[in-house]
């Protein structure tokens, strides 16, 4: 297919007002699942288990199966309502969501229609230069997560041009929230920043409440998009698209700016835009058009039979709101100061989306500045290369090992980049990799004076002209000892040692 036209993107600000609006769904880690108590894969250590061995006959929709609302899925999606600012309903109650679902068996969803358990918030997003914007949140409704279709036999993993299907119900059932915001007007060239900026934002929070792991790689929260474009002057909405499914912050920021681009060369040319849901494709950064968008009615909600209403009693939800953590940007300017970084290198922190990993690995013990360092540094360049989240790849716990590591003197930084290279590979904690692979540095004097007084031998000039007073001449030696121990000594101590055999004799 084609590569749609795109408008120059300054142009197309110059010609139409971008209004954005965003569902973001979070997977709660409750032990269980929203109706089942079948383990729930979203949980701590839940992820990763074989398909269809995380459910109950609810999961598969059989007859005679009855939902029952899991109680701290309720307590969570309370207190992720109360941290964006929103109402908490004295009354909610669930209802079915009718259309065809190949990966929910029962054929509907259990989702919260016109009742939702929490409404009419905002919350305070901040981009990289400090600017503060407020997203205006419509609602944040609980539901259940559908399972998970894998296509066999096509060349790009979607449904076209495969030769069959999986299904796997493990996801089916997780209990989920969906946070709404209201259309969000006047981010103008920097909608695309706010997007990324909103989407973490949403990240940082309910991590910080403790209620999701927030992966966005493993699908814990995603992010569907609507854009829309109206020309300047214009007061009514124009008709927006909802890409699906967004799963880095980078793509979700890709996103928005191609469709601001696709749609506004659509409308220049006098086309109109489809209102549709698309697929975002990161290897080609575009999207691609899903399925028609449908309205409430397509859906034919009604109250869903076999749940009571949810109605918390006014205590819970203040005791909820008493163990609210520090908002965001609060939480923010607390560890500048406790970490001593400057607004330079808390904003690259901050910008690159490694707070929480940071401080997760200062808490496991690390000094701030050598966790800022290796998350900023090699595990950031090694997530560019293989277009990952860095948190994909490494835990903080391993990084604060890997730090001590090289604290204590057992590895050389050139060491530890290979030991987080088996780290990331698999290989195991840090420990076993400079086991595995024999990484320690070389402590022994006499290993070390060997490889000297042969790299001394070799090359006789460089020793007189250290005798002479050019002690700069020792680099020579010192560079052929650290080939000659693979890396494995330490530089420092290999250069006392360098100088004080040229002396000797």
Known sequence: MAKPDLMDFDKALELFEPVLGFEVHVELSTATKMFSDAPNPAAPGGFGAGPNTQITPLCLGLPGSLPVVNEKAIEYSISLGLALGCQIAPSSRFARKNYFYPDLAKNYQISQYDEPI????????????????????????????????THVGGSTG??????????????????????????????????????????????????????????????????????????????????????????????????????????????????????????????????????????????????????????????????LRAALPEA??????????????????????????????????????????????????????????????????????????????VESGDLTDRLARQVLEGVIEGEGRPSQVVEARGLKVVSDDGALIAAIDEALAAQPDVLEKIRDGKVQAAGAVIGAVMKAMKGSADAARVRELVLERATQG
Request: glycine letters at 6%.
């Open 158 to 319: 979607r449904i076209q041009g495969a030769e069959y299907s999986l299904v796997d119900y493990n996801r089916a059932g997780v209990p989920l929230v969906e946070i709404v915001t209201k259309p969000i007007y006047g981010t103008e060239h920097r909608a695309p920043e706010v997007a990324k900026a909103y989407v973490s934002t949403i990240r940082d929070i309910v991590r910080a409440l403790g209620i999701s792991e927030a992966r966005m790689e493993r699908g814990n929260l995603r992010c569907d998009a609507n854009v829309s474009l109206r020309p300047r002057g214009e007061t009514k909405l124009g008709t927006r698209t909802e890409t699906k499914n967004v799963n880095s912050f980078r793509a979700v920021e890709r996103a928005v700016r191609y469709e601001i681009q696709r749609q506004a060369a659509i409308l220049a040319a006098g086309g109109t835009i489809t209102q549709e849901t698309r697929h975002w494709h990161e290897d080609t950064g575009t999207t691609s058009p899903g399925r028609p968008k449908s309205d409430a009615d397509d859906y034919r909600y009604f109250p869903e039979p076999d749940l009571l209403p949810i109605e918390p009693s006014p205590e819970l939800i203040e005791q």
């Open 118 to 149: 929490a409404f009419e918030g905002s919350v305070e997003v901040e981009l990289e230069d400090g600017t503060l914007v407020t997203v205006p949140i419509e609602r944040a409704h609980m539901e259940e997560d559908a399972g998970k279709l």
């Open 328 to 405: 965001p940007a609060v939480r923010r300017r607390r560890l500048q100061e406790a970490w001593g970084f400057t607004d330079l290198e808390f904003r690259d922190v901050k910008n690159a989306g490694l707070l929480v990993e940071i401080e997760d690995t200062v808490a496991a013990g690390a000094a701030p500045a050598q966790a800022r360092k290796w998350w900023t540094g090699e595990i950031a360049r090694i997530a560019n290369l293989r277009e990952a989240e860095p948190a994909s790849l490494v835990s903080p716990l391993d990084v604060s090992e890997l730090i001590a590591l």
